[in-house]
C-alpha cells in the first residue's frame, strides 16, 4: 500500500531521504517550521494530517535557515528519533558563507547563550563565557537558569579572504547558536542583520548541510515480542546549494585533519 501523501496539494517541498517511518526534507530559506502568529506558510501547515496523528516535526530550523529538516510519520518514529536529539547522538553540520577569515583553521566554541529582550531591538541571543565551578555549591540566579550552554566546532572549507565558508558541526541546537557563535569568531554570517552588518542586505547564508541521526524502532506488526528486538538504522540526507558548493569549488583549501 502507498504511503498518504505528506503535503497537501500545490505545497510540495523537496524531499532529500525518506522511509517508511522518515522523510527529511530541504526546507527553503524564508519559511518558517512552524505556524505563528503573524505566520501564515509553514512545513507544519502544509502536512496533510493523518488518521492517527502527525505528521509531526521532530525538531526545528530557523525561518531564515534552509536545509535537512526532519518529519516523522508516526508516533514511535517520533519518540524514537527525538530520544536521540535528546542523547545528543546526532550529528548536525551547517555551512555558513561569512564575512572575512577567522584566525584560525578550525577550532570549538562552547559558550552560554541567553535570550535577552527590549522594547526598541525586540530579542536576541548573547553569548556568555562559561563561568569556572565554584567551591560551594549556591542556588543559581534567575538569570543563571536561563543561560544554556552551546558547543559548535567549526572548520574553514573555502576562502578568498573577504568571504569565507565553514563548516560547523552543532553539538548543541540552541536558538540562533551558528549565527552567534559565528559573529563571536568575526566573521558574521552573510545576510545576518541580526548579528552581523544591519546594512548588508540579501538572504541569510546558513544551510543544515547535513543530518545524521541514530534510531531503533520496532518491526512494523511485531507486537510486545518485536519492541524487545529493536531495528537499529541511521537517518543520513545532505542538502545542496548550488551558490556555496561554485564557492567551494574556486576556494577550497586543504586544512589539517
Known amino acids: 500500500m502507498a504511503a498518504p501523501p505528506l503535503f497537501l496539494p500545490g505545497k510540495e517541498l523537496p524531499i532529500l531521504w525518506e522511509d517508511r517511518h522518515f522523510v527529511v526534507i530541504n526546507k527553503p530559506a524564508g519559511l518558517a517550521a512552524h505556524p505563528g502568529p503573524r505566520t501564515q506558510d509553514s512545513v507544519e501547515a502544509r502536512l496533510v494530517p493523518q488518521k492517527r496523528g502527525g505528521p509531526w516535526l521532530v525538531h526545528r530550523l530557523d525561518a531564515d535557515t534552509a536545509g535537512c ?20 547522538k546526532t550529528v548536525k553540520r551547517y555551512w555558513a ?26 530579542w536576541k541571543m548573547v553569548s556568555e563565557a562559561i563561568p569556572q565551578t565554584a567551591s560551594t555549591k549556591k542556588a543559581a540566579s ?3 537558569t536561563q543561560n544554556k550552554p552551546a558547543q559548535t566546532s567549526w572548520r574553514i572549507l573555502a576562502s578568498n579572504g573577504a568571504s569565507s565558508l565553514l563548516e560547523l558541526t552543532l553539538h548543541t541546537g540552541r536558538t540562533h547558536q551558528a549565527r552567534v557563535h559565528c559573529a563571536m569568531l568575526g566573521t558574521p554570517i552573510y545576510g545576518d542583520q541580526l548579528y552581523g552588518n544591519p546594512r548588508r542586505v540579501g538572504k541569510l547564508r546558513l544551510l543544515a548541510r547535513s543530518l545524521e541521526v541514530p534510531v531503533k524502532l520496532a518491526p512494523m506488526g511485531g507486537g510486545k515480542a518485536a519492541e524487545r528486538n529493536l531495528e537499529p538504522y541511521c537517518i543520513q540526507a545532505i542538502a545542496g546549494d548550488v551558490e556555496l558548493e561554485q564557492f567551494l569549488q574556486s576556494h577550497a583549501i586543504t586544512t589539517s585533519s
Do not use: C, M, Y
Not at 74 to 88: C, G, T
Open 69 to 88: 529538516l526532519l518529519i516523522a510519520r508516526r508516533k514511535s518514529a517520533l519518540v524514537a528519533a527525538q530520544h536521540a536529539f535528546a542523547e545528543h
Open 142 to 144: 534567575p538569570q543563571e
Open 97 to 122: 558563507l561569512v564575512d572575512g577569515r577567522p584566525t584560525e583553521e578550525k577550532g570549538t566554541l562552547t559558550t552560554l547563550l541567553r535570550r535577552v529582550s527590549s522594547a526598541q531591538q525586540g
